[in-house]
């Protein structure tokens, strides 16, 4: 299947074809015919699959075809609203991209940049509107911006603007919209929450899938290897310089974490640079660019700055620190692997992260092995301040046959028996002679997360 079956107008088809496009991802042949059509859409899928382009296409053509008209002159007619600065630079350039041959005006508003730069573009007038919630809102506030006109919404990655506290913006901002509009909601993950928003601002929308929300691309090979805390920093320069990986991105949990790591890569003479929320907009933009280009072999981020960060070529995701969430690391290894592309993705597992391991596995549904890599020890040391979480430690974790085979000398196997579990039925550390508690402590408590991830049904999906 091609693009040419979606009805697009044949400006778009050229721009299309000018970008070097010319075979849809799943999420687009779901998502376009319908979003051309007018309906309403609920999209969910993993990050990397072709979201932005789902959405821009149809925006493009309602507006070019002069179906989104209206009679206010300057005023816009689609607003895209984005958790980051990163991801309204990504949409503003896909409507660059796929708009070549169109006459529409853009503007992207993000929290970072000069308030009277903003002003001034949209006092020249926009049909499309890329925001964050934060800044648009101040722009209301200013009123520097008129939203009466708006046609079409999107909401683009909701699961992270929720995540981000952004929920109260967004609902008064779509307050201040017209209700007549063609409202589009894009996800990688579709909790109870996102579920109650769409039905406040959705009618009869049409709820588009692809994949199973709790998985990786199948093109990522995960990778999980013993690293004491201490010795993480170790750990990362000895695997970037072993597998001579050249475009790697390294998560952090913390921006504290992230400017530690690149300092010390820059000492070792990798270049590498940070991004995180205390960047200034154009640090941001010049690592990322930096990124792109070559001139980093390595960007260290955190969860919020990577969102947006469309870079294609990563050969490796590192998660340096384990997320917290199970979501997050979809989010994260899906970095890589892209566009039908192959790409690893490493994690190093520490004692005191292994609950958030649990948590991964219980939410992708499968083990893993967490082994040494090879022909790395850790400094004395260091290894004494942290136990190891060996293979042996860890021996019920198996992981499928085609997750080692990237990794043969790591000698991990396949198989799903788990040799952890006790006659109770429980697994995990607890249950392992090296995690026994000492007399007198008290057992880590493992809260149970309020996540919107224990239900894999799509049970009530069709009333959304």
């Known amino acids: 299947m091609g693009f040419t079956t979606f009805g697009l107008s044949d400006h778009i088809m050229k721009g299309i074809g000018a970008a070097g496009y010319t075979v849809p991802t799943p999420i687009q042949i779901l998502a376009i015919e319908p979003a051309v059509a007018g309906r309403d859409i609920i999209a969910c899928a993993q990050t990397g699959t072709g979201k932005t382009a789902a959405f821009v296409l149809p925006i493009l053509h309602h507006l070019a075809s002069g179906t989104g008209t209206h009679s206010g002159g300057k005023l816009p007619r689609a607003l895209v609203l984005t958790p980051t600065l990163e991801l309204c630079q990504q949409v503003q350039q896909a409507v660059a991209k796929y708009g070549k041959f169109v006459s529409l005006r853009s503007t992207s508003i993000y ?253 992708v549904g499968k083990r893993y092995m967490v082994n040494a890599y090879p022909g790395f020890t850790a400094a004395p040391q260091q290894a004494h301040t942290s136990a190891n979480v060996s293979s042996s430690s860890r021996s019920g974790r198996t992981v499928p046959q085609h997750d080692n085979k990237r990794h043969p000398q790591s000698g991990r196997t396949g198989g799903h028996d788990d040799k952890r579990r006790t006659q109770s039925g429980r697994t995990g550390p607890q249950n392992d002679k090296r995690y026994t508690p000492q007399a007198g402590r008290k057992k880590p408590e493992h809260k149970k997360m309020d996540s919107y991830s224990s239900d894999s049904s799509n049970a009530g999906w069709s009333n959304y």
Do not use: C, W
């Open 111 to 363: 929290g970072g940049a000069g308030m009277e730069q903003q002003i001034k573009a949209l006092r020249r007038g926009a049909d499309i509107i890329v925001a964050t919630p934060g800044r648009l809102l101040d722009h209301m506030q200013r009123k520097t911006v008129d939203l009466s006109g708006i046609r079409i919404l999107v909401l683009d990655e909701a699961d992270r603007m929720l995540d981000m506290g952004f929920i109260n913006d967004v609902r008064k901002i779509i307050a201040a919209i017209p209700s007549q509009r063609q409202t589009m909601l894009f996800s990688a993950t579709i909790s109870a929450d996102i579920k109650t928003l769409a039905a406040n601002i959705l009618r009869d929308p049409q709820t588009v899938q692809v994949g199973e929300r709790r998985n990786p691309a199948e093109t990522i090979v995960q990778h999980f290897y013993n690293a004491p805390q201490g010795s993480k920093i170790d750990l990362l320069v000895h695997a970037l310089e072993a597998e001579h990986m050249q475009s790697v991105l390294v998560f952090s949990r913390t921006k504290h974490g992230a400017d530690k790591i690149s300092r010390r890569l820059e000492r070792t003479g990798i270049a590498s640079a940070a991004i995180h929320s205390n960047r200034t907009q154009s640090q941001r933009e010049k690592a990322l660019e930096g990124f792109k280009e070559g001139k980093f072999r390595v960007l260290v981020a955190t969860d919020i700055a990577a969102r947006g960060i469309d870079v294609s070529g990563i050969s490796h995701v590192i998660n340096y620190d384990i997320p917290q969430y199970p979501e997050d690391y979809i989010h994260r290894i899906g970095r890589t692997g892209r566009a039908g592309a192959s790409g690893d993705a490493i994690t190093f597992v520490s004692r005191e992260e292994l609950q958030y391991l649990t948590r991964i596995e219980k939410f």
